[in-house]
């Protein structure tokens, strides 16, 4: 694709400097050509054709289709038999305004046609579509270059074309292909905000980086020494999460780690939000809009809560520059048709139908990295049920998971593949007893009070929250009370929590500082209880293999094996491995089980 957005520049660049067709016609053949090589990486394939038949409102010059809209005709090539499904282009010459295109009269008349139109002067870009009620609306927009002249100047040398802009131009233009796609597959949605979500982390890094350069010119330090507008925004959320997970994001790789994590946790915090919003049981008109700010108190989630407060102060969004793309990621949900949507989406499988897609498609190389993989279900099922029978048939407890006395912590619960089944195993055993009705709630107070889930990522623990909520809502008709700010019961969150599960262990670690976001004060206040009070039968779960890079190990967590290596001799290779992460899971788990409880089931994967 560098080459295809390559061409185009270039190609425009030498009709204008071959002095021949400088209005917009000369410049047609690079337009068509760069979306059809965009178009040709896509499934189904969208083609670009110019000369619209049976245009009727006068003739865009190109429409968008997919396939199944064409034929192809010995005589006439290519021929579309319907209208253009992904839209029209209307393009004037670069020294045309965009906004005065966008008013003209012309471009209404293909909206009122055809409801999607991309209106170009080559250098700018917008989409003018539908809101959620069909009005008219610029959804999307992009600029290459700033004016005119520093557009020319691009053209004529494009390999000076900033890597952020050209992979923001890139995203724009995949999702520009994908628009009025009917979205009705949760991957397809999970892939378009993918495509929004690396635009966003664009933005953060070239801001930040721009930041950082202007704040090495003291001459430009605003009064009270703070440079950054930037810095200053997102501080207090870079610290807190620091405290609370007790890692350090200083490095270049911990940055990037820090602006993916949080721009994953604004996209899984709105998609969550709007799975929350769209499952309401009221009519769509009555549900009110669904916008970024209503996110925020959507998410019953007093740490999501308090980052999409972060983001969304008064002023923040303005110096960040992604209040728009977070807009964007909203008009993608409200073009979901949520019946089809909903007829493959399982509350307890979010997993694999978006979290899985979404990540693959946001950052395959961070994945790996991080060793991000979630376990497969038949593997989960498989330890959750054997974890039961051991509490039965060797330890003597004979509900299993399903009694009250049973405390369980999954150290590294992801997206709470674990959490869910061990409340699937938990209503199963209520049933048989005759439980009936009751069942519910009993799972709900074991969702609340004695099942607990650590996890270091924000991100997946959106989902994990997301899931629980969903399947104690619909699955075992529990929802959890959240409360609407006039009644005096108190909300209700199941215990599964942001925290760093190797750190924090030792009575010793006393009370934290006061951090700058107290909502993640308080997910570490709980998870301080779980780790140095709570009687813990049962730690069960999928440690990582592979460490977080750019993440340092704090002494704590790395004196946790210490006691495992003082044996003194030690032939190869039994003494090696103790410095992969799992080990440290073990030796808490150990901790736990063997020196605290006196009993239990330790089950964990190991590689
Ligand atoms: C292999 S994944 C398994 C996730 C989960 N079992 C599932 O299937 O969804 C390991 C998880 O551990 C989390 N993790 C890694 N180090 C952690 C730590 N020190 N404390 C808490 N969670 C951690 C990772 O973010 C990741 O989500």
Not at 162 to 178: K, N
Not at 247 to 267: A, K, P, Y
Not at 341 to 366: N, T, W
């Amino acid at each position: 694709m560098t080459d295809a957005i390559d061409d185009y520049l270039l190609a425009l660049h030498r009709t204008r400097a071959s002095g021949g067709s400088v209005r917009e016609r000369g410049h047609y053949g690079a337009l068509q050509n760069l979306l059809n090589n965009l178009g040709a990486t896509l499934k189904p394939k969208v083609h670009c054709i110019s000369e619209l038949a049976n245009a009727g409102a006068g003739s865009p010059d190109f429409g968008l289709f997919t396939a199944p809209q064409l034929v192809f005709d010995t005589n006439e090539g290519v021929r579309a038999i319907r209208p253009p499904d992904r839209g029209v282009v209307e393009a004037k010459s670069p020294d045309t305004a965009i906004e005065r295109v966008e008013a003209s009269e012309q471009v209404t008349q293909y909206w009122e046609r055809y409801r999607l139109v991309l209106v170009t002067n080559f250098r700018s870009f917008l989409v003018v579509g539908e809101d959620e009620v069909g009005r008219r609306k610029t959804r999307e927009r992009f600029d290459l270059a700033p004016d005119e002249s520093s557009f020319w100047s691009l053209a004529a040398a494009p390999s000076r074309l900033p890597a952020d802009i050209r992979l923001r131009f890139r995203e724009f233009l995949h999702r520009l292909l994908l628009q009025n796609a009917t979205l009705t597959q949760p991957r397809d949605v999970a892939l378009i905000l993918a495509s929004l979500a690396r635009d966003c982390r664009a933005r953060l890094e070239a801001a930040a980086a721009e930041d950082k350069a202007r704040s090495r010119q003291p001459n430009l330090l605003e009064p009270g020494g703070r440079a950054s507008p930037l810095i200053d925004r997102l501080d207090d959320v870079r610290e807190t999460l620091e405290s609370a997970l007790g890692i350090r994001f200083d490095t270049e790789r911990g940055m990037h780690f820090f602006w993916s994590t949080l721009v994953q946790t604004l996209f899984y915090g709105i998609f969550s939000g709007w799975v929350i919003w769209a499952r309401q049981p009221v009519p769509r008109d009555k549900r009110g809009t669904f916008s970024p700010l209503r996110v925020a108190w959507m998410l019953r989630l007093r740490v999501i809560r308090a980052l999409f407060e972060q983001v969304y102060r008064p002023g923040a969004l303005e110096g960040l520059g992604i209040g728009d793309v977070l807009d964007w990621a909203c008009d993608v949900l409200h073009r979901v048709d949520d019946t089809a949507f909903f007829s493959r989406f399982r509350e307890d499988h979010a997993v694999q139908y978006f979290y899985e897609p979404f990540l693959e498609a946001y950052d395959p190389d961070l994945r790996r990295e991080l060793g991000v993989w979630y376990t497969p279900p038949e593997v989960v099922d498989y330890m959750v049920a054997r974890v039961d029978w051991a509490l039965r048939s060797q330890l003597g407890i004979e509900r299993g998971l399903a009694d009250p006395r049973v405390h369980v912590l999954d150290p590294c619960c992801g997206t709470g593949s674990f959490f869910l089944a061990i409340l699937d195993r938990i209503h199963k055993t209520l049933l048989a007893e005759g439980e009936g009705d009751l069942a519910g709630s009993m799972v709900k107070r074991a969702a609340i009070e004695r099942i607990h889930g650590f996890e270091i990522m924000p991100a997946p623990l959106v989902v994990a929250h997301l899931q629980v909520a969903l399947a104690l809502e619909h699955l075992y008709r529990a929802p959890l009370n959240v409360s609407d700010g006039h009644s005096n019961r108190p909300d209700e969150f199941p215990s599964i929590l942001l925290t760093n599960a190797l750190t924090g262990l030792d009575e010793r670690s006393g009370i934290s500082p006061r951090l700058p976001l107290p909502e993640l004060e308080d997910d570490g206040y709980f998870a301080g209880r779980v780790k140095r009070e709570e009687q813990i039968w049962v730690v069960i779960g999928n440690p990582p293999y592979n460490g977080f890079a750019g993440v340092d190990v704090t002494p704590e967590e790395k004196s946790l094996t210490d006691p495992w290596r003082q044996v003194r001799a030690v032939r190869p290779p039994e003494g090696r491995g103790l410095n992969d992460p799992y080990a440290r899971f073990w030796r808490m788990a150990e901790r736990r089980i063997a020196e605290r409880t006196g009993f239990g089931v330790v089950c964990l994967i190991t590689n």
